[in-house]
C-alpha cells in the first residue's frame, strides 16, 4: 500500500483499485468517480489521514519549537 500512498501526490490520480477487489466493489467504485467523486479503500485512505496529520504536525514544529504532545494539547482547544 506504500505504492498507493506514492501514487496518491499524482494530482491526476482520482482512484485506486486493487486486483483482489469484487466485482461488486469495482462497479460501485466506478459509478463513485463518473459522478466526480474519488475512490480508494477504506484503509488507504486511513493511512492518507494518518500521513498528511504526521506531516501537519511537523511541518509547524520548527517554527514554533512546540513537542508533539503539546501540538496534540493546542490542536484539542481549537474547536
Known sequence: MDHALEAL???Q???VFYRNESLE??????????????WMSRDLMARL???YRKYQ??????????TNREM????????
Open 9 to 11: 501526490s499524482c494530482a
Open 13 to 15: 490520480l482520482k482512484g
Open 25 to 38: 466493489v469495482i462497479c460501485k467504485g466506478i459509478h463513485a468517480l463518473l459522478e466526480g467523486e474519488l
Open 49 to 51: 489521514i494518518l500521513f
Open 57 to 66: 504536525s511537523n511541518a509547524f514544529r520548527p517554527a514554533c519549537g512546540l
Open 72 to 79: 496534540e494539547i493546542i490542536s484539542l482547544l481549537n474547536p
